[in-house]
C-alpha cells in the first residue's frame, strides 16, 4: 500500500515536474526565437561568440535538445518541431550575419588590385649640356688633364684683373657683366672660367694640366644664339717648353674625339687679354663635310673654341716664371659644342626643361 501511494506521488511529482519543464522549454524557444530574429550587426568575434553560446556543446540550443529527451512522448512531436525551426533559425541566422560581417569588411578595404599592371614610372635622362660637358672631360682625362672647379661668384681681380684685362677693357662694362658689390675689388657673377685658371696657377704645383667645367654668367638679351647663363669649359696646360704646336695637336686630338675621326680644325688669329697669340678654332662642318650647309652657313666650317698661349703677363701675376714656364689655353661654350653635335638651332632649349627635347637625347642614365 506504501508502496503503491509513493510511486503514485512519485507519478504526480514527475508530471508536475514535466509540465514546469514544457512550460520552461517553451518560454526558452520563444525568447531565442525572438533573440534570433532581432540580430543585426554584429562583428566577427561576437557572431562566433553567439554560435558558441547557443549551439556549440554546451550551447543552450543544444541543451534544449537534451532535455528533450525527458518531454512526454505525447508532446515530443510538438517540441521537436518547434526546437528543429530554432535550430534551423539560429544557423541561418549566423550564416546570415557572417557573410554581411565580411562583405562590410571589405568594403572598409581600400579596393587592391594586384592583377593589375603597376605604375610606369619615368626613368630621368642626363640633361645634354651635362652629356656633353662629362664628354669634353672624358676626352681631356684620357690626355692626362685633370678637373678644377673654382667659385661662380667671385672677385674682379680673378676673373679681370689677374688675366691682363686693362681698366678700361669693355669686358668689365656693366652691360657684360653682373656684379653682386661694387668697389675697389668689386664681386661678381663670373663672365667665363678663366678665372678658374688664375687659382690653378695661384695654388696648384707645377706643371699644371687642367680642364676646368662651370657656369658662367653674362648680362646679355636671351635670343637663340645668346643666353646670360650658359656653360664653358676652360682647358689650361703650363710646363716647361710648352708651344703653339702643343696646343694645335691637343684641340686636333680633341675635335677628332668630339666631332669624329674625318674632322679637320683651322685657326683664325684673335685677340684675347690673357693670351698672346690667340686663335679663334672652327672645325669642318659635320653635317656637309666642307661643302657648305645652312648649319655651316655655306663656309664648310663651324666656331668650337677659343685659344692661346698664355700670356707672360698672366703667368706673371700668378707668380710663375715666364721665362723658365709656357703654356696654353682654351675655352669652349658647352651649349655651343651640344647644338653642333645634334643640330639644335635655338639655344633656348636647353633652359626650358621642355621633357620632349630632354628626351631626345638620352633615355638612360
Ligand atoms: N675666356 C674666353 C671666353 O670666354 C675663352 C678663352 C679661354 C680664350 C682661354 C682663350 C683662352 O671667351
Redesign the pocket.
Known amino acids: 500500500m506504501v508502496c503503491r501511494r509513493k510511486s503514485l506521488y512519485l507519478q504526480v511529482e514527475t508530471k508536475c515536474l514535466i509540465e514546469k519543464n514544457k512550460i520552461d522549454m517553451r518560454e526558452k524557444i520563444e525568447a531565442l526565437m525572438a533573440e534570433i530574429a532581432g540580430l543585426k550587426n554584429l562583428k566577427e568575434q561576437e557572431i562566433e561568440a553567439l554560435r558558441v553560446r547557443l549551439l556549440g556543446k554546451k550551447g543552450e540550443i543544444t541543451a534544449l535538445f537534451d532535455e528533450f529527451r525527458t518531454v512526454a512522448p505525447e508532446m515530443k512531436r510538438e517540441f521537436g518541431q518547434k526546437l528543429n525551426v530554432l535550430k534551423q533559425a539560429a544557423t541561418s541566422k549566423i550564416e546570415e550575419l557572417k557573410s554581411s560581417a565580411e562583405s562590410e569588411a571589405a568594403q572598409n578595404k581600400p579596393a587592391v588590385d594586384c592583377s593589375l599592371p603597376g605604375d610606369i614610372v619615368d626613368l630621368g635622362s642626363r640633361h645634354p649640356v651635362s652629356i656633353v660637358r662629362e664628354e669634353i672631360i672624358k676626352i681631356f682625362r684620357k690626355f692626362g688633364y685633370d678637373v678644377a672647379e673654382g667659385p661662380e661668384i667671385e672677385d674682379d681681380y680673378h676673373v679681370f684683373e689677374a688675366l691682363n684685362f686693362p681698366p678700361e677693357h669693355p669686358a668689365r662694362d656693366m652691360q657684360d657683366t653682373f656684379f653682386v658689390t661694387s668697389g675697389k675689388n668689386p664681386v661678381l657673377l663670373r663672365?667665363?672660367?678663366?678665372s678658374v685658371?688664375v687659382r690653378a696657377m695661384e695654388k696648384l704645383p707645377l706643371p699644371i694640366r687642367i680642364v676646368c667645367p662651370g657656369r658662367?654668367f653674362r648680362n646679355e638679351a636671351i635670343s637663340a644664339r645668346a643666353h646670360c647663363i650658359f656653360h664653358?669649359v676652360?682647358?689650361?696646360y703650363i710646363d716647361e717648353g710648352v708651344t703653339f704646336a702643343d696646343m694645335k695637336q691637343a684641340i686636333l686630338l680633341f675635335a677628332r674625339e668630339m666631332f669624329g675621326p674625318e674632322t679637320k680644325i683651322r685657326m683664325r688669329p684673335?685677340y684675347?687679354p690673357?693670351?698672346e697669340p690667340?686663335a679663334e678654332v672652327d672645325v669642318s662642318c659635320n653635317i656637309c663635310h666642307g661643302k657648305g650647309c645652312n648649319v655651316c652657313k655655306g663656309t664648310g666650317w663651324l666656331e668650337i673654341?677659343?685659344?692661346?698661349m698664355?700670356d707672360p703677363n698672366v703667368l706673371e701675376a700668378s707668380g710663375i716664371d715666364s721665362k723658365k714656364y709656357s703654356g696654353?689655353?682654351?675655352?669652349?661654350?658647352v651649349e655651343r659644342i651640344a647644338m653642333l653635335k645634334w643640330q639644335v638651332k635655338d639655344l633656348r632649349h636647353y633652359f626650358e626643361n621642355d621633357l620632349r627635347f630632354l628626351k631626345e637625347f638620352e633615355t638612360s642614365i
Do not use: D, K, N, R
Open positions: 663672365t667665363h672660367t678663366s685658371q658662367v664653358q676652360e682647358g689650361l684673335s684675347f690673357f693670351t690667340s673654341l677659343g685659344c692661346g698664355v696654353f689655353a682654351f675655352g669652349m661654350g
